[in-house]
């Protein structure tokens, strides 16, 4: 298996394997070397603020740290170019998040919301990660550091 | 309608109102002065990590800014004894999380969660609560502190 | 005075008025409307781990939060135009840091820094910035969110 | 040499042997198993709101992270009963902050200050720390939450 073939195989992980990740409807939509992406739709359920109409925080909050933990995995595939792949992806399902911030910068309107990560940093036992959600429109609406634990 | 109505009623909005909630499966559990917590079963669809059934990251995430979300709203009352209480209610529709900060201490692992919340400092304009995500066997999961808008 | 003798006249009260920003030697190096940046010299007082010779982790989070907090109170001027010049200073005096998140990605070696500050929201009562402090060859040593209350 | 014995060595090394903890006048108070703290006098070079007289948020965030580190290595120590010393030394020596949360609750008044850290989570690789900074008159200024790596 090639590494554009692990990196699709995790996305389809992400997306198909994570029980949350499906309630929540997210999809991976770019998965490249020092960005990825994951996006989802509004639905009903998934409102905070039902007289605003809003997205819940927590909503927000998890997009965030799936599009950052799968940036990680990433990060730590590019650290070990030589692993095995059956041992990446045990590497990769030991992944977790240490800690996590937020910044909720904007109401969370819109109809379809990306989940941008960018790799900072990648050591050998924590990789950094900055994320930002936008709506459709492009509107800046919450902001996000992790770190993760991937060694 | 007296204080402790006006929570009861704050404490039902949050878990019936706010379709996210209902999605989570948040209840309130207690609400005082100075603590408020909230409790939620675990179940398949809240799981992150399928090969070891524990929580997502994003649901101890959730959890954590609801409890929070409610003390600083017990928060705002109580810096505003006189206030009339349809003002409260518009005041406490407008509360918002500005950032959170979430740290993950050990796997979510358990059958029923309990986020407990401190609020720390009530100022005119923010909030500064911290909290405590624990399972039914007391262990403890994860921290949180955020800071909430409430003037 | 103009705006730009305005925000001359906040960079020098930042690096000479403050004496914790005198006893590190920062000084301002860059002020625009959407980026500002502090810069400061290694000197032997300012290290924190005398084995490997590298800035103290309070440092950088000194001068992350003084980049921070001066381009929120631009963000503060640009939010205002109309308003008088006195009761903008009068606003800026009053203007916190609500909170702060650094990560330290790499040891603090260098002979200079510099933090810069990148203004991502400035709202009615909260500012979000994003900050880096690299060394002079460009090497990212440490990333910082700060919130503000500019209201 | 004793655990006790290496616990003041530890306590020694902070305090004399890193300049910029020097620079500040920050001392070891307390240091036991689960709870550290160090204490520093206000002095006019640490303020940082010269209208108000108040210590800057650099200062806060130094101290706050001085003793969050040294919980870290009572932690670390505690972790590796059996270790030599020397090599525990060397890991300390190691021993880096991941990233810190500090809330600036209110403002830093007082003549006295005491950083307080009280260790979480002590894993193999990461240990999570909260830490509340009082003045002599017990009233909470600022919180902090870090993470350092200790493994």
Redesign the interface.
């Known amino acids: 298996m090639t590494k554009p073939e692990l990196i699709k195989q995790i996305a389809t992980t992400f997306s198909e ?8 409807g997210l999809r991976i939509k770019q998965c490249e070397r020092e960005i990825c992406s994951v996006e989802f739709d509004n639905k ?9 109409g809003i997205l ?4 927000i ?3 965030i ?2 599009a950052g ?1 799968i940036m990680a995995a990433i990060g730590l595939m590019q650290k070990n170019p030589e692993t095995h792949q059956q041992e990446l992806l045990d590497k990769i ?1 030991k992944l ?12 969370g309107r819109g109809s379809v919301f990306e989940a941008t990560a960018k790799i ?2 990648a ?1 050998n ?2 990789a ?1 990660v ?1 994320m930002e959600l936008h709506n459709e429109e492009g509107i ?1 609406i919450a ?1 996000g ?1 992790g ?1 993760y ?1 991937i060694g």
Do not use: M
Request: aromatic content about 6%.
């Open positions: 394997k994570i029980p949350f990740n499906k309630l929540i009903p359920e998934l409102v905070g603020n039902f007289v605003q819940h925080g927590g909503v909050a998890s997009s740290d799936v933990g399902a977790g998040t240490i800690d996590l911030r937020i910044d909720y910068v904007r109401p900072l940093r050591g036992k924590v950094v900055r800046l902001l550091t770190t634990l």
